[in-house]
């Protein structure tokens, strides 16, 4: 007691309590705290409450919208659990193990194999921070008076208020291009009339929020020679186990999320952003990149061949200020692909887009629905539309007491981005939908239309 009272007399007050006087009265008053419990009583207490959790396994997901539940080869969890990846200090420093350096090399490797680009970083925090620092980049690569970059309303919802946070006191102005509301692609005209000789880049994604493909990469191509613009284009990297790779249809850079390899749900994250770019890129790219070479005698070595942020040499000129990135995430990815290999993986994304489809088309069936609402190509994601206009209360409620996670409402269900369109559901399609899950969520559809 003595120490504290010599605590508050140092800082000229007469109590503890003068510490938290900041904090309004009415939320004082609701801070009703109990008598303090042993150890003991508290991990009761905590147990008990644990009790009422429930685990993803229970139910019949169909979640989506950028996160996605997909199997996780217990192999991943034993590589990351290892004490020298998982509870070792971030690994961005240049002595950073060898053994680290080549499974990051190794997770370039199949990013670039996957995306058909040149080369890739050893990743970004997620999707948004991926594509705000591709725009960032795109301004490195293409510097033009006017800062114009054309992003389409058909992204996702979480990563608008990201690229406002990151161009923030730059000259990059960001202008928006409608989407198609029959297909759910790019509205190819208007991206027609706002791009320019002027413009900076653009982004497209494929498949974008809504699951959709845009199919026309032609014309995309098209518009970025005619404009000497940068593109930055967005994929799911299972995705590209059947679909034509970003380079191919003349993507600069391609960002992603690779979520889908080795890394459960999780409540949200974390995830790893995928970054690749051209080869000539390289300089301009943020993050860090590892290369392969020699040592003195002779012998295969990897060392960081970038880390052109601000706590190295770069300092003000450094390309992004990205430090941690999520090296463990990207480790977990690469041991993912690794365990499936290209043929493992082909297979798993037949699955998605096989079931996807055949739950659409029993979905179709049901009078009332619209399934999917975009008449468009589209991967394991798609949008249901509700002509019925069912009440959305009641169906969460049947979807809980039927042990379903059914999907994210959008459209005028919520004040979402997207609140022009009708009553909407976004339901994910994995390998871990069996027929039994996709019945269950076709019968509550039926029941509460009824």
Same mark, same amino acid.
């Given at each position: 007691?003595?120490?504290?009272k010599e605590m508050?007399?140092?800082?000229?007050?007469?109590?503890?309590?003068?510490?938290?006087?900041?904090?309004?009265?009415?939320?004082?008053?609701?801070?009703?705290?109990?008598?303090?419990?042993?150890?003991?009583?508290?991990?009761?207490?905590?147990?008990?409450?644990?009790?009422e959790n429930r685990?993803?396994?229970?139910?019949?997901?169909?979640?989506?919208?950028?996160?996605?539940?997909?199997?996780?080869?217990?192999?991943?969890?034993?590589?990351?659990?290892?004490?020298?990846?998982?509870?070792?200090?971030?690994?961005?420093?240049?002595?950073?193990?060898?053994?680290?350096?080549?499974?990051?090399?190794?997770?370039?490797?199949?990013?670039?194999?996957?995306?058909?680009?040149?080369?890739?970083?050893?990743?970004?925090?997620?999707?948004?921070?991926?594509?705000?620092?591709?725009?960032?980049?795109?301004?490195?690569?293409?510097?033009?008076?006017?800062?114009?970059?054309?992003?389409?309303?058909?992204?996702?919802?979480?990563?608008?208020?990201?690229?406002?946070?990151?161009?923030?006191?730059?000259?990059?102005?960001?202008?928006?291009?409608?989407?198609?509301?029959?297909?759910?692609?790019?509205?190819?005209?208007?991206?027609?009339?706002?791009?320019?000789? /002027?413009?900076?880049?653009?982004?497209?994604?494929?498949?974008?929020?809504?699951?959709?493909?845009?199919?026309?990469?032609?014309?995309?191509?098209?518009?970025?020679?005619?404009?000497?613009?940068?593109?930055?284009?967005?994929?799911?990297?299972?995705?590209?186990?059947?679909?034509?790779?970003?380079?191919?249809?003349?993507?600069?850079?391609?960002?992603?999320?690779?979520?889908?390899?080795?890394?459960?749900?999780?409540?949200?994250?974390?995830?790893?952003?995928?970054?690749?770019?051209?080869?000539?890129?390289?300089?301009?790219?943020?993050?860090?990149?590892?290369?392969?070479?020699?040592?003195? /005698?002779?012998?295969?070595?990897?060392?960081?061949?970038?880390?052109t942020r601000e706590?190295?040499?770069?300092?003000?000129?450094?390309?992004?200020?990205?430090?941690?990135?999520?090296?463990?995430?990207?480790?977990?990815?690469?041991?993912?692909?690794?365990?499936?290999?290209?043929?493992?993986?082909?297979?798993?994304?037949?699955?998605?887009?096989?079931?996807?489809?055949?739950?659409?088309?029993?979905?179709?069936?049901?009078?009332?629905?619209?399934?999917?609402?975009? /008449?468009?190509?589209?991967?394991?994601?798609?949008?249901?539309?509700?002509?019925?206009?069912?009440?959305?209360?009641?169906?969460?409620?049947?979807?809980?007491?039927?042990?379903?996670?059914?999907?994210?409402?959008?459209?005028?269900?919520?004040?979402?981005?997207?609140?022009?369109?009708?009553?909407?559901?976004?339901?994910?399609?994995?390998?871990?939908?069996?027929?039994?899950?996709?019945?269950?969520?076709?019968?509550?559809?039926?029941?509460?239309?009824?």
């Amino acid at each position: 007691m003595e120490e504290t009272k010599e605590m508050l007399d140092h800082l000229g007050i007469a109590g503890v309590e003068e510490l938290f006087k900041d904090i309004p009265d009415k939320i004082r008053s609701e801070l009703k705290l109990e008598e303090g419990l042993t150890e003991m009583e508290v991990m009761n207490r905590v147990k008990d409450i644990l009790k009422e959790n429930r685990s993803l396994s229970e139910f019949s997901n169909f979640m989506g919208g950028g996160i996605y539940r997909h199997y996780v080869p217990t192999a991943v969890n034993e590589v990351v659990s290892r004490s020298e990846f998982y509870s070792s200090y971030t690994p961005y420093q240049p002595e950073i193990s060898q053994g680290m350096l080549q499974a990051l090399f190794e997770y370039q490797s199949l990013i670039c194999e996957l995306t058909g680009m040149e080369a890739a970083n050893t990743s970004m925090y997620d999707y948004p921070t991926a594509l705000a620092e591709a725009i960032l980049m795109s301004d490195r690569i293409n510097r033009r008076k006017k800062h114009r970059f054309l992003v389409p309303e058909n992204i996702h919802w979480e990563i608008e208020p990201v690229l406002k946070n990151y161009l923030r006191g730059t000259d990059i102005i960001l202008e928006w291009v409608k989407y198609d509301k029959t297909t759910g692609q790019i509205d190819k005209e208007d991206l027609k009339r706002k791009a320019g000789d /002027d413009m900076l880049g653009f982004f497209v994604s494929s498949p974008n929020v809504f699951g959709v493909l845009e199919e026309d990469t032609k014309f995309y191509s098209d518009i970025k020679d005619e404009t000497g613009s940068v593109m930055v284009a967005g994929c799911d990297p299972l995705s590209l186990t059947l679909l034509q790779p970003p380079s191919e249809w003349g993507a600069d850079i391609v960002v992603g999320d690779s979520q889908p390899f080795g890394i459960p749900p999780s409540f949200g994250g974390p995830t790893v952003g995928i970054f690749a770019c051209k080869g000539r890129y390289i300089r301009r790219m943020p993050g860090r990149m590892i290369g392969e070479t020699v040592d003195k /005698d002779d012998e295969r070595a990897y060392c960081m061949l970038l880390q052109t942020r601000e706590q190295h040499i770069r300092r003000d000129r450094a390309t992004s200020n990205i430090c941690t990135n999520q090296s463990l995430m990207a480790l977990a990815s690469a041991v993912h692909m690794f365990v499936k290999g290209g043929k493992g993986l082909e297979k798993i994304a037949k699955k998605n887009y096989d079931n996807a489809h055949r739950l659409a088309s029993l979905i179709e069936d049901i009078d009332g629905y619209s399934s999917p609402s975009f /008449d468009s190509e589209f991967f394991n994601e798609f949008l249901i539309g509700n002509q019925k206009m069912i009440d959305l209360k009641e169906f969460k409620e049947r979807c809980k007491n039927n042990d379903i996670l059914p999907g994210i409402p959008l459209g005028s269900w919520t004040e979402s981005k997207f609140k022009e369109l009708p009553p909407s559901l976004l339901i994910a399609v994995t390998e871990m939908n069996d027929a039994e899950d996709m019945e269950v969520l076709v019968n509550t559809l039926q029941e509460v239309k009824e």
